[in-house]
Structure formats: C-alpha cells, structure tokens
C-alpha cells in the first residue's frame, strides 16, 4: 500500500488564487513527521512547512499552511496568494521515527503534483 | 554558509559501469542521506549514513553502497549499472538527534545509463 498518496497529478491556478495540495497518508506509527517540499525544474528540493503529529496547531511558514487531520490521515498544503514563480513540482513526505530518541530516519515521499500558476 | 553540494552534475556510464557520486553537507550537519528520482517520480530513500555508519536503508539491492567521511561527507556508489538505474540522485543533510529535524537537499547528480 502506497505510504504517501498524492491524488492530483497536475493543477492549474489563477496568479493571486489560494490552492489547495492533497496529501493523505498511511501509518501505524504513533509518532511521525510530515513533510512538504517543493522542487523547480532546476531539480533541488526546497523544504516547505513542517508538522509533527502530536502538534496540536496546524503549521505555517508565510504563505504556506498545513491542514493537518490526524484521524482522516491527511496533510494538505494551502498556498496563499499564488505567484508565478510557485509553479513546480510539489512533495508530500512522512518520516516514520524508528527510536524512541527520535532520530534522523528516511523520508517517505508521494508522487508529487505539479503545479502550474497561470498569470 | 554553503549548502548541500554534490558532484558531479551530470554523469553518463554504460550498461555494467561502476559509478561514484560525492556528497558534502551543509555546515554543522552530521547526517547524509540518499534518494534516487526516477523521471516523474517522488525521490525514493536509498540509505542514511551516520558516525560513518550506515543506519538506515531503503529497499535498494546491494549493487548501492555508501560511505561517509569523518568529515561527514559522503559517496554513494553504484556496481553493475542498469539501464533502470538512470535518475536524479539527490543526497541531504540533516543534524542528527532530533525527531523534527529538517533536511537540506543539494542539487543533485543526473545519471544516465546507457
């Protein structure tokens, strides 16, 4: 079973708009982060927005959120006030923690949606 | 504060070649980890190097080796290439220790493999 599920292949967006990426994902684990990056044709991935899941608030980072619902196992991404320069490839990713300590563990990562914002 | 580079760029082997690719951290990470990206696809976790030692590793045959430096640094090499093993490789660098913490991707190394 696919760990990190990204629905939306490619979404289209007006410049100025809010858009909203899907993320839903699957664990047992009782304490795991979750990720998003975004990633421009140049290639390097660009770290996004945080939340870990016993966050009680959903996390921001300017203009980006993070709608975290924990039973339904889903971490959207809401952008705010899209610009051009937002079009790229976006990447959900789970970090499943292996050690009580909370180590560095591998990340998880989606399919990924590519988002084309249109002036 | 120089980030997460990698070396070299671009690269192209044939078909059974061995290949190295170079990793250096950001300044202050200890912890390298690797991921290969398939055209079109989510970058896929082959392993996660730590104290020099291998700590993590994704479902990745052992064709796929590493090893990290005392200065953190890190190689990923590749034996027996495969056509299949044409991708983005991209190595990141974390700070070991914390559950939340972040990783810093370079900007990887493209393989083709003819």
């Known amino acids: 079973a696919q760990k990190i599920t990204q629905t939306q292949p490619g979404m289209f967006v007006q410049e100025k708009e809010a858009v909203t990426l899907d993320c839903t994902y699957d664990?047992?684990?009782?304490?795991?982060?979750l990720f998003w990056y975004k990633q421009p044709s140049s290639g390097e991935m660009i770290f996004l927005i945080y939340?870990?899941?016993?966050?009680?608030q959903n996390a921001t980072e300017g203009r980006y959120s993070l709608n975290f619902q924990k039973a339904r196992k889903s971490a959207n991404l809401v952008i705010s006030a899209s610009q051009l320069g937002d079009s790229a490839m976006y990447f959900c990713?789970?970090?499943?923690?292996?050690?009580?300590?909370?180590?560095?563990?591998?990340?998880?990562f989606g399919k990924g949606t590519h988002l084309i914002i249109q002036p | 504060d120089a980030g997460v580079t990698q070396s070299p760029t671009h690269l192209i082997k044939t078909r059974g070649q061995q290949v190295t690719l170079r990793c250096s951290p950001k300044?202050?990470?200890?912890?390298v980890s690797w991921y290969q990206q398939a055209l079109g696809q989510g970058p896929q976790f082959i392993f996660q190097?730590?104290?020099?030692?291998?700590?993590q590793r994704g479902n990745f045959p052992d064709r796929f080796s590493g090893h990290q430096f005392p200065n953190y640094s890190s190689e990923l090499n590749v034996n027996a290439l495969l056509l299949g093993d044409s991708a983005l490789y991209l190595c990141?660098?974390?700070?070991?220790?914390?559950?939340?913490?972040?990783?810093?991707f370079g900007p990887g190394t493209r393989l083709t493999v003819l």
């Open positions: 300044s202050g990470h200890d912890t």
């Open positions: 990713a789970m970090r499943e923690y292996m050690y009580s300590g909370g180590g560095a563990d591998g990340l998880t």
């Open positions: 990141a660098s974390s700070f070991g220790g914390r559950a939340d913490n972040e990783q810093f």
């Open positions: 664990t047992s684990d009782p304490s795991y982060g």
């Open positions: 939340q870990g899941s016993y966050d009680q």
């Open positions: 190097y730590y104290e020099e030692e291998e700590r």
